[in-house]
């Protein structure tokens, strides 16, 4: 019986040894920036860590100095005040150190940004347009195109006083009903434009965020490099429905990203006739 | 009524009851009236605040429906940005800059009795519409069109308080830099004003020169919705991001005019309990000016995600991450002025190291999202809500807070609970931390600001910072308990009130005369700027 016992805990305890990269895996990524699936996300996440590194070796300098101060020179330890108020060589070392800091950390940031401003030599375009409360995605020259709206099991869920619980609906607040379908492996570029209010575009996983503006057409580029579902959400106050537009992008392998294509592209013909308002407005003018 | 009583009245001429607080012209009672206005905006802000982090205790929606959550956080910054912070520092500015530069009173005391008095009726416009058809405004502060044209019976009202509390600030602005540079007693020269009156100079130009940029702005949304024009609309012509740069023009300004009075009111309080000058007077200066100058080339920072070239990107990161320069000048001098001091630590000191440590954490997030490439992934996520927090709660309201301590028994006469007082600030400093540090967290994670309800993986840390925003609400009410309580009675405040201070409002008796200085300090007493 306690040998039993003891093979459990010792079970349980290896178990949890086995578990814990994976526990402080999942907290980890409660707490900082996700990595990413795209070259330029990953160059993000490494600026957000070496800065973030950068921020902390000049907090411990500060708080160390501020915290050294409270328990040193304090009156009731009989420390007695000097009365020297001013140095300006002091003053001139502790202005030029912070310029060269942030010369030295201009750099990267000046690379990133340029590596994200460059549209050109996309293999594919995408057209992103945001209503209250959905998304629009337009295949560009493929003649695809559908509206993205939240799953209806989040959508029961988040009603006021739904008597449903969150943690039972899976992906909550995250799924939709139609995903947008990416390639992976190919510089798609994205078009983000809006109907009605501005919002904005956001999957963490491919390093940005981009408005959706009405009247505007903005530029942005991804290059997914591993295949999977990455989620996101609309982060630009929109409306009442602002938090419940979510963005689920599907990356697949290229031959099936266009097994997908040819199907759906078979399923819009006879349908984009039919849906599509202002083809039907145009057919009864006639 | 005897013939040297009804002299007597003639002379101070100030009639007692309501009429006296309708009708004062006196700093010091206009000072008090901002204050406890601030204060009452304080707990209402407070209040809505409480809605918002009762609602995200937990992911699901329980309490409120996703319009009214959104007008919580449309108000919430209103009443606590043009309702709280900024009106106080308006009531520390006419308590104290008097008493600072030696003078009898405000340079413009009937204006300052308007200004005030603008106030009252530019919130009772803007908290009614809580009651109007279509709810309260719930656009965002920012009022970004075309979102903001989709406001109910609210949006005139909305615009016409925003007009309101500019025009009183505008009016306060004016009278302060009419005050600074015509009041000061002889012998105070510009180069011996306290921080506190440089800092507040300084934010007075920038109220003055961002002010009316908004009150266009809103304007210009007034005749989009009502009179057929279309500055903002895409279809008429018009562009909706104009509309953000325009906002942003005044909107960097005004966080610098919410900040820049602590700067000062923490270089009053260091010094003071540190029993050492404050080092590098003239480099705080200097620092305050550079800021200020800066946030008028820094605002479209706010707004990187909306499309600008490549050229606007780089030159808008760049002069953003400059601003750490002169604050952390800042920061430093407040440092070398403790390194080799002898410091005593009363609740004012509290606060304003405090202050000091908590406002750093908000620079250094600050840093971060000056970052473009990265702010594209912080960007309205609760990331930015954990920094300028951190900058607004516990830097502004911490400053100011540690200036309530520091001059309570000169304003009453009484001293504080300074057990209450440390009480307050231990009680605050724990729970403000638990509730906005783990929303940095929640950011970089990926939860969006301004959503009512949210994705399961952001449950835990929605509960830790939401138990942490209810026991914040509740100490302030410790706040109020040492005020009453100081205001009704207690140790009989000397004149000099603290160990280490220096400035002419400790030459005054506790509580000091009507009118300030009645004659000019004599020179002798004027000491540097840097005590």
């Given at each position: 019986?306690?040998?039993?016992?003891?093979k459990l805990t010792r079970l349980g305890s290896g178990a949890a040894l086995l578990l814990l990269p994976l526990l402080a895996q999942a907290a980890w990524n409660e707490l900082n920036l996700t990595k990413g699936v795209t070259p330029y996300s990953e160059t993000v996440y490494d600026?957000?860590?070496?800065?973030?590194?950068?921020?902390?070796?000049?907090?411990?300098?500060?708080?160390?100095?501020?915290?050294?101060?409270?328990?040193?020179?304090?009156?009731?330890?009989?420390?007695?005040?000097?009365?020297?108020?001013?140095?300006?060589?002091?003053?001139?070392?502790?202005?030029?150190?912070?310029?060269?800091?942030?010369?030295?950390?201009?750099?990267?940031?000046?690379?990133?940004?340029?590596?994200?401003?460059?549209?050109?030599?996309?293999?594919?375009?995408?057209?992103?347009?945001?209503?209250?409360?959905?998304?629009?995605?337009?295949?560009?020259?493929?003649?695809?195109?559908?509206?993205?709206?939240?799953?209806?099991?989040?959508?029961?869920?988040?009603?006021?006083?739904?008597?449903?619980?969150?943690?039972?609906?899976?992906?909550?607040?995250?799924?939709?009903?139609?995903?947008?379908?990416?390639?992976?492996?190919?510089?798609?570029?994205?078009?983000?434009?809006?109907?009605?209010?501005?919002?904005?575009?956001?999957?963490?996983?491919?390093?940005?965020?981009?408005?959706?503006?009405?009247?505007?057409?903005?530029?942005?580029?991804?290059?997914?490099?591993?295949?999977?579902?990455?989620?996101?959400?609309?982060?630009?106050?929109?409306?009442?429905?602002?938090?419940?537009?979510?963005?689920?992008?599907?990356?697949?392998?290229?031959?099936?990203?266009?097994?997908?294509?040819?199907?759906?592209?078979?399923?819009?013909?006879?349908?984009?006739?039919?849906?599509?308002?202002?083809?039907?407005?145009?057919?009864?003018?006639? | 009524?005897?013939?040297?009583?009804?002299?007597?009245?003639?002379?101070?001429?100030?009639?007692?009851?309501?009429?006296?607080?309708?009708?004062?012209?006196?700093?010091?009672?206009?000072?008090?009236?901002?204050?406890?206005?601030?204060?009452?905006?304080?707990?209402?802000?407070?209040?809505?605040?409480?809605?918002?982090?009762?609602?995200?205790?937990?992911?699901?929606?329980?309490?409120?429906?996703?319009?009214?959550?959104?007008?919580?956080?449309?108000?919430?910054?209103?009443?606590?940005?043009?309702?709280?912070?900024?009106?106080?520092?308006?009531?520390?500015?006419?308590?104290?800059?008097?008493?600072?530069?030696?003078?009898?009173?405000?340079?413009?005391?009937?204006?300052?009795?308007?200004?005030?008095?603008?106030?009252?009726?530019?919130?009772?416009?803007?908290?009614?519409?809580?009651?109007?058809?279509?709810?309260?405004?719930?656009?965002?502060?920012?009022?970004?069109?075309?979102?903001?044209?989709?406001?109910?019976?609210?949006?005139?009202?909305?615009?016409?308080?925003?007009?309101?509390?500019?025009?009183?600030?505008?009016?306060?602005?004016?009278?302060?830099?009419?005050?600074?540079?015509?009041?000061?007693?002889?012998?105070?020269?510009?180069?011996?004003?306290?921080?506190?009156?440089?800092?507040?100079?300084?934010?007075?130009?920038?109220?003055?020169?961002?002010?009316?940029?908004?009150?266009?702005?809103?304007?210009?949304?007034?005749?989009?919705?009502?009179?057929?024009?279309?500055?903002?609309?895409?279809?008429?012509?018009?562009?909706?991001?104009?509309?953000?740069?325009?906002?942003?023009?005044?909107?960097?300004?005004?966080?610098?005019?919410?900040?820049?009075?602590?700067?000062?009111?923490?270089?009053?309080?260091?010094?003071?309990?540190?029993?050492?000058?404050?080092?590098?007077?003239?480099?705080?200066?200097?620092?305050?000016?550079?800021?200020?100058?800066?946030?008028?080339?820094?605002?479209?920072?706010?707004?990187?995600?909306?499309?600008?070239?490549?050229?606007?990107?780089?030159?808008?990161?760049?002069?953003?991450?400059?601003?750490?320069?002169?604050?952390?000048?800042k920061v430093f001098n407040w440092i070398a002025t403790m390194w080799q001091s002898s410091m005593t630590f009363e609740t004012p000191m509290l606060f304003a190291i405090g202050f000091v440590v908590l406002f750093t954490i908000g620079g250094f997030s600050g840093l971060m999202l000056?970052?473009?490439?990265?702010?594209?992934?912080?960007?309205?996520?609760?990331?930015?809500?954990?920094?300028?927090?951190?900058?607004?709660?516990?830097?502004?309201?911490?400053?100011?807070?540690?200036?309530?301590?520091?001059?309570?028994?000169?304003?009453?006469?009484?001293?504080?609970?300074?057990?209450?007082?440390?009480?307050?600030?231990?009680?605050?400093?724990?729970?403000?931390?638990?509730?906005?540090?783990?929303?940095?967290?929640?950011?970089?994670?990926?939860?969006?600001?301004?959503?009512?309800?949210?994705?399961?993986?952001?449950?835990?840390?929605?509960?830790?910072?939401?138990?942490?925003?209810?026991?914040?609400?509740?100490?302030?009410?410790?706040?109020?308990?040492?005020?009453?309580?100081?205001?009704?009675?207690?140790?009989?405040?000397?004149?000099?009130?603290?160990?280490?201070?220096?400035?002419?409002?400790?030459?005054?008796?506790?509580?000091?005369?009507?009118?300030?200085?009645s004659t000019p300090p004599a020179p002798a007493t004027i000491e540097g700027g840097m005590r």
């Amino acid at each position: 019986m306690t040998t039993s016992i003891s093979k459990l805990t010792r079970l349980g305890s290896g178990a949890a040894l086995l578990l814990l990269p994976l526990l402080a895996q999942a907290a980890w990524n409660e707490l900082n920036l996700t990595k990413g699936v795209t070259p330029y996300s990953e160059t993000v996440y490494d600026l957000h860590m070496t800065i973030m590194w950068v921020c902390v070796a000049i907090g411990i300098g500060v708080f160390g100095a501020i915290f050294y101060s409270i328990l040193n020179f304090r009156k009731s330890k009989g420390a007695v005040a000097a009365q020297w108020h001013e140095s300006t060589l002091v003053e001139f070392v502790w202005t030029a150190v912070p310029v060269i800091i942030l010369v030295v950390m201009a750099v990267p940031a000046t690379k990133a940004l340029i590596m994200m401003e460059d549209v050109s030599n996309s293999a594919m375009t995408i057209k992103v347009t945001g209503y209250q409360w959905r998304w629009r995605y337009d295949y560009v020259n493929e003649g695809v195109g559908f509206y993205s709206t939240l799953a209806k099991t989040s959508d029961s869920a988040r009603q006021l006083d739904s008597g449903i619980d969150p943690k039972s609906v899976e992906n909550y607040l995250l799924e939709v009903d139609n995903e947008l379908v990416v390639p992976v492996g190919q510089k798609i570029r994205f078009l983000t434009t809006a109907a009605d209010v501005i919002h904005s575009w956001w999957v963490p996983a491919l390093g940005w965020k981009r408005d959706a503006i009405p009247g505007y057409i903005n530029e942005s580029w991804a290059l997914i490099k591993e295949p999977g579902v990455y989620r996101g959400q609309c982060t630009e106050l929109c409306g009442k429905d602002h938090g419940f537009m979510p963005v689920v992008v599907r990356a697949l392998p290229e031959a099936e990203y266009k097994a997908w294509l040819e199907k759906t592209k078979a399923e819009q013909a006879p349908a984009t006739a039919m849906n599509d308002g202002t083809g039907v407005a145009v057919a009864a003018s006639r | 009524m005897s013939e040297a009583a009804a002299h007597h009245d003639a002379h101070h001429g100030h009639p007692t009851g309501l009429t006296r607080w309708l009708t004062t012209t006196n700093h010091k009672d206009i000072g008090t009236m901002y204050l406890v206005f601030s204060l009452i905006m304080f707990f209402i802000g407070g209040a809505m605040a409480m809605v918002i982090r009762l609602e995200l205790f937990q992911p699901g929606l329980q309490f409120v429906n996703p319009q009214f959550f959104n007008s919580m956080t449309t108000m919430h910054a209103l009443v606590m940005i043009f309702g709280a912070v900024m009106p106080a520092w308006t009531g520390f500015a006419n308590w104290m800059i008097p008493m600072m530069i030696g003078a009898p009173d405000m340079a413009l005391p009937r204006l300052n009795n308007w200004s005030f008095w603008i106030l009252p009726f530019a919130f009772t416009l803007l908290l009614a519409t809580l009651f109007m058809p279509g709810g309260a405004p719930a656009g965002g502060w920012t009022m970004y069109p075309p979102l903001v044209l989709q406001t109910g019976a609210a949006f005139p009202f909305l615009i016409f308080a925003v007009h309101f509390m500019g025009a009183s600030s505008i009016a306060g602005a004016i009278n302060i830099v009419a005050t600074v540079f015509n009041m000061r007693a002889p012998g105070m020269t510009l180069m011996k004003l306290p921080l506190f009156v440089w800092t507040w100079i300084i934010t007075a130009f920038l109220l003055i020169a961002s002010i009316p940029v908004l009150a266009g702005a809103v304007t210009m949304l007034l005749t989009d919705k009502f009179f057929g024009t279309s500055f903002f609309s895409a279809a008429g012509g018009g562009d909706p991001v104009m509309f953000q740069h325009i906002f942003w023009f005044f909107g960097h300004p005004e966080v610098y005019i919410l900040i820049l009075p602590a700067f000062g009111i923490a270089s009053a309080i260091i010094p003071t309990f540190a029993r050492k000058p404050l080092f590098g007077y003239s480099s705080m200066v200097y620092a305050s000016a550079s800021i200020a100058f800066l946030s008028f080339i820094v605002w479209a920072h706010h707004m990187f995600t909306v499309g600008m070239p490549l050229a606007g990107e780089l030159f808008f990161m760049y002069a953003t991450i400059l601003i750490a320069v002169p604050t952390g000048v800042k920061v430093f001098n407040w440092i070398a002025t403790m390194w080799q001091s002898s410091m005593t630590f009363e609740t004012p000191m509290l606060f304003a190291i405090g202050f000091v440590v908590l406002f750093t954490i908000g620079g250094f997030s600050g840093l971060m999202l000056g970052i473009t490439p990265i702010d594209f992934q912080y960007h309205d996520t609760y990331f930015v809500v954990a920094h300028f927090h951190y900058v607004l709660v516990t830097g502004a309201v911490y400053a100011l807070m540690a200036g309530t301590y520091f001059w309570l028994p000169k304003w009453t006469g009484h001293m504080y609970d300074e057990k209450l007082g440390k009480l307050h600030f231990w009680m605050s400093t724990i729970s403000v931390n638990v509730l906005f540090f783990p929303q940095h967290f929640l950011g970089l994670a990926g939860m969006p600001r301004r959503i009512p309800d949210y994705a399961v993986q952001f449950a835990d840390w929605n509960m830790v910072s939401s138990i942490g925003g209810f026991v914040f609400g509740l100490s302030q009410l410790l706040f109020v308990a040492g005020i009453v309580k100081c205001v009704r009675g207690g140790q009989q405040a000397t004149d000099k009130v603290w160990e280490g201070a220096h400035g002419l409002e400790w030459t005054l008796s506790s509580p000091p005369p009507y009118h300030s200085f009645s004659t000019p300090p004599a020179p002798a007493t004027i000491e540097g700027g840097m005590r």
